[in-house]
């Protein structure tokens, strides 16, 4: 990935004062600092509520949940050994959830 960067850069800077707009630059800042604090923020008010144990089996559905948006979004598909060990994380922590309950 540095390597693509270090290649495309030459090209990207000599077309910076034309697609950096200061607003453009702005929001990018505010996207930059918002989507990773968001969720955060919200992962520590979740565990404050829950079982230590629970929340740490919940958390593991995240790949699961970004294989569905990667196959919505994007068009991406999964091999049948994926969606296989995907499904069976996805039990695991309707498992947990449910017996804790």
Excluded: W
Aim: net charge neutral; aromatic share 6%; glycine share 8%.
């Amino acid at each position: 990935m540095i390597v693509a960067a270090v290649v495309a850069l030459p090209f990207g800077i000599s077309n910076i004062h034309t697609a950096l707009t200061p607003a453009l630059f702005l929001m990018t800042g505010v996207l930059a600092m918002l989507v990773p604090l968001l969720p955060y923020a919200l992962e520590f008010i979740a565990l404050r509520r829950m079982d230590h144990s629970s929340f740490g089996i919940l958390m593991s559905i995240e790949p699961a949940i970004g294989a569905v948006a990667g196959f919505v979004v994007l068009g991406q598909s999964l091999s049948l050994l994926q969606m296989l060990g995907t499904g069976c994380v996805v039990a695991a922590s309707v498992g947990v959830t449910i017996s804790t309950k």
